[in-house]
C-alpha cells in the first residue's frame, strides 16, 4: 500500500526488536551460508518491514519461535512506510541492508527488485511445492520486466471499497446501500443535508488518489490503464478522458468531505470523521476487514463506533463496465541477494507465505491470503452483514485479475498531483491528463 495502515492501532515506536537485537546488516562477508542454527548456535535474521503492527507480531512471533527455536527474527519496523523505504534505499544500496526485507506490487518491484535474490530459484530450493500453492495473479505482479521473481508474495489488498457503519445508517432511516453512482449521490446529499460528511475520503494521499484512477479507468476501459504505463496508449486517450471527468463530477456532487485534497487517510478520515461518527461511510480498501470483524485478541474498536456494526460494500459504479475491484500484492518478502542466511530467510518466508504465519496473519483481515488452500477463519459471533462482507471482499480479491498498483513512482505521483488540481479546479481534465501523459512519456522503461 502506499500509505500506513492503521487499521488496528500500531505502536509509534520505530523500532521493534524480537529475540536478541542484532546490528543492521545482512552479514555480507563472505563465506557459506549459516543454515538453520542449532540450539547451541542459533542464527539471527535481520528482518525490516513496515507492518505487521505490534498487536499482529506477537501471535506471528511467538508462533514462530515455537516452530523454529534455533532461527531469532530480528525485527526493525517503521508504520510510515515513505520513512521505511528511506531508510532501506540507504542502507541496501550501501550493502548493509537486512536479510529479509518487505515490498509491494508496483513501482517497489521497478525500484527495489536489483537488490532482491532470484526468489523463484530460491523457492524451487527452499519450498517446494510452490508454484501449485500462491496465488499466480500474485506472483505475476511481483515478477519484473526480466522475469525474475523479486518477492514472494504474502498478502492481498485492493480498492475501491466503502466501508459502512450499518448502525448509524439505520438510525439515520438508511436501510439500503446503494447499488449505484446516482443513488449514492443521493444519500451523501441526504447526509450532508444533516451536516454530516457524505464519504470519508482521504484523497491528501497520492497512494489512494491512484487506487482510485486505476479503478475507475477499469470501468471505462478494461485494461487501457496497464497498457497505458507500457507506452502502448496515451493517457489523453478516451478512456482517461472519461476516468477524469467522472473524478471532475464526484468533485461536484460533493460526495466527499469539504477540502478533501488536504485530508490524509490516516488518522484523519478513519480516525477524526469515521470512529467519531462524524460521517457513516469511509472510501477504502479491502484491508478494512480487519474493522468490520475484529479478529480474535485484537482490540476492539474506539471511539463513537465502538458498538457499532460495520459492514463492506463495493464502491458503486460509475463507468459502463463492471471490472470489480483491483487487486494487489501489499505485502510480499524477498531476500537479500547478499544475505549469508537465505536458507533461514526462507524458512521464514515459507512460513509467511504456506505456512501458520500465513494463517495467523489472514485471519486477522490485514488482507487476503496468497495461499491458494488458506481458508480465513472469523469469530462465531458475528452479524450477517458482517460475515457477508468479509466473504465478499475476500471473495473479489481471489477473482480480481485487475492490477492495483503501477510501475513507475513518478508516474503514480503526477497521476495524483493531476487529481488534486483537477478537484480544486486548478487544472482542467484535458490540461492534467497531457500533464500525466507528458510524464509516462519520460519514463524509463529499460
Known amino acids: ?34 543454515g538453520l542454527g542449532t540450539a547451541d548456535k542459533p542464527v539471527s535474521i535481520d528482518f525490516w518491514a513496515w507492518q505487521p503492527v505490534e498487536d499482529q507480531w506477537k501471535p506471528i512471533i511467538a508462533e514462530w519461535e515455537k516452530e523454529n527455536p534455533n532461527i531469532k527474527i530480528n525485527l526493525w519496523r517503521n508504520a510510515d512506510q515513505a520513512e521505511y523505504e528511506k531508510k532501506l534505499r540507504t542502507a541496501i544500496a550501501s550493502g548493509e541492508g537486512p536479510d529479509v526485507f518487505a515490498l509491494n506490487s508496483g513501482s517497489m518491484v521497478t525500484q527495489y527488485g536489483k537488490f532482491a535474490d532470484d526468489m523463484a530459484k530460491l523457492s524451487d530450493q527452499y519450498m517446494k511445492g510452490w508454484k501449485d500453492n500462491v496465488s499466480s495473479t500474485a506472483i ?40 449505484t453512482y446516482d443513488e449514492l449521490v443521493k444519500i451523501c446529499k441526504q447526509l450532508k443535508a444533516k451536516g454530516l460528511v457524505p464519504i470519508a475520503y482521504g484523497a491528501k494521499d497520492i497512494w489512494h488518489l491512484v487506487d482510485l484512477f486505476v479503478y475507475l479507468s477499469n470501468e471505462f476501459g478494461e485494461g487501457d490503464i496497464y497498457k497505458a504505463e507500457d507506452g502502448k496508449m496515451k493517457f489523453t486517450d478516451e478512456t482517461f478522458v472519461k476516468t477524469m471527468k467522472a473524478w471532475k463530477q464526484m468533485a461536484d456532487d460533493q460526495i466527499f468531505e469539504d477540502g478533501a485534497v488536504g485530508v490524509p487517510t490516516y488518522p484523519d478520515t478513519n480516525d477524526n470523521y469515521f470512529a467519531e461518527r462524524k460521517t457513516p461511510f469511509l472510501a477504502s480498501g479491502s484491508w478494512h476487514s480487519s474493522m468490520v ?20 460494500i463495493e464502491f458503486p459504479q460509475v463507468g459502463p463496465i463492471h471490472s470489480g475491484p483491483t487487486t494487489g500484492v501489499d505485502y510480499a518478502l524477498t531476500v537479500n541477494k547478499d544475505s549469508k542466511r537465505k536458507e533461514a530467510s526462507m524458512k521464514f518466508i ?50 480480481s ?38 510524464v509516462n512519456e519520460s519514463v524509463d522503461r529499460g
Open 1 to 34: 500500500m502506499r500509505g500506513i495502515k492503521k487499521v488496528i492501532t500500531t505502536v509509534t515506536a520505530a523500532l521493534v526488536s524480537v529475540g536478541m537485537l542484532a546490528a543492521c546488516g545482512s552479514g555480507n562477508a563472505g563465506g557459506a551460508d549459516e
Open 140 to 179: 505475476d505482479q511481483m515478477t519484473d520486466k526480466d522475469g525474475k521473481l523479486v518477492g514472494m508474495p504474502t498478502l492481498l489488498t485492493g480498492q475501491e471499497y466503502l466501508l459502512y457503519n450499518e448502525t448509524f445508517l439505520k438510525e439515520l432511516g438508511i436501510t439500503e446501500m446503494p447499488k
Open 293 to 312: 470483524v475484529i479478529p480474535e485478541g485484537m482490540p476492539g474498536l474506539t471511539g463513537k463506533i465502538a458498538n457499532d456494526t460495520l459492514g463492506m
Open 350 to 399: 515459507e512460513f509467511m507465505t504456506t505456512g501458520k504465519g500465513q494463517t495467523l496473519w489472514t485471519n486477522m483481515l490485514q488482507g487476503s491470503p496468497v495461499y491458494t488452500k488458506a481458508k480465513v477463519e472469523l469469530r462465531k459471533d458475528i452479524t450477517e452483514t458482517q460475515r457477508e462482507s468479509v466473504e465478499m471482499v475476500n471473495k473479489t480479491q481471489s477473482e
Open 401 to 438: 485479475k485487475l492490477t492495483r498498483k503501477l510501475k513507475y513512482a513518478d508516474l503514480e505521483n503526477e497521476i495524483g498531483v493531476q487529481m488534486q488540481n483537477v478537484y480544486t479546479g486548478q487544472s482542467s481534465v484535458e490540461d492534467a491528463l497531457a500533464s500525466i501523459e507528458k
